[in-house]
């Protein structure tokens, strides 16, 4: 069956024969990996929309059980991320983790919204990629019904007081329920007077577009990295990402 579908390049590998397989993520049916014959580096239309971030329109042949390739055409081609060390790696990172959440062919529409809309904010941002690849990975866990819930403590439901990030609890817990022992649990992280619970839930409560503004300081940035690793690894198994060393 021919068919088509907008997608975004995730990864390619190269295969037998000089062929190669595409991993996108497209908006009919998820993530799938399609072969292709399509060389490489060529200038014609089809070869450029393959390339990995671009966000295209392909035409697949479906098997029984594969998909191929047989022509391709940009939509947006995000040119501007290759540009920059740092805007690179964060949408490498972002990828990466799109890659990982999803199984092949799990229906994926709110994480393609979600990708095209950061790859193309990210592309025009100016300064501070890091804090935009937080929110990423902020907004990807609410999809995945694993959002951090930040609105009371996740014990008694307390508004106020909220002291700590509890990984294993779900969100944030309040002084009294944390108790003395909060500090010597490497999955119950410290929420900074609650600065980190604040940023949170600004992120939560805006869509990525929103968040123009928003510059997470350095040192905040790196905690909240941690709780987020923590976080991917306990609640979705994910760990050992490439994007978890870099340090934005
Ligand atoms: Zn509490």
């Given amino acids: 069956m021919i068919t088509e ?11 037998a024969y ?5 991993v996108l993520l497209t908006k009919k049916y998820g993530k799938i990996s399609a072969g ?4 490489e580096g060529g200038k014609n239309k089809s070869a450029l929309a393959l390339r990995p971030f671009t966000r295209g329109r392909y035409e697949l042949f479906k098997g029984r059980d594969s998909y191929s390739i047989n022509g391709a055409e940009t939509i947006e081609s995000y040119y501007s991320i290759g540009e920059d060390i740092e805007k690179y790696s964060c949408a490498a990172g972002a990828l990466e983790l799109a890659d990982k959440m999803l199984e092949d062919e799990q229906q994926a529409q709110g994480m393609y919204n979600l990708l095209s809309e ?3 904010i990210l592309e025009k941002r100016k ?3 890091g804090t935009l690849f937080l929110a990423f990975r902020i907004k990807a866990l609410e999809l995945f019904g694993s959002g951090i819930n930040v609105k009371s403590c996740v014990k008694c439901g307390k508004t106020d007081g909220l ?3 509890s990984v294993p609890d779900g969100g944030a817990v309040c ?3 944390a108790g003395p022992s909060a500090e010597l649990n490497p999955l119950i992280f410290d929420a900074g007077d609650d600065i980190i619970i604040k940023i949170i839930d600004f992120i939560q409560a805006h869509p990525l577009r929103a968040l123009e503004k928003l510059s997470v300081p350095d040192q905040v940035k790196s905690r909240m990295t941690k709780i987020l690793k923590a976080w991917y690894s306990y609640h979705l198994g994910i ?3 490439k994007s978890e060393s870099l340090v934005l």
Avoid: A
């Avoid at 000089?18 to 595409?22: A, D, F, N």
């Fill in 18 to 22: 000089g062929r190669r397989m595409i």
């Fill in 127 to 129: 300064s501070d990629f």
């Fill in 118 to 120: 950061y790859l193309s």
């Fill in 36 to 39: 292709t014959s399509i060389t």
């Fill in 5 to 15: 579908t907008e997608g975004i390049v995730i990864r390619q590998t190269k295969t």
């Fill in 239 to 241: 760990e050992g990402l």
């Fill in 163 to 165: 002291k700590c990030i």
């Fill in 175 to 177: 002084e009294d329920c």
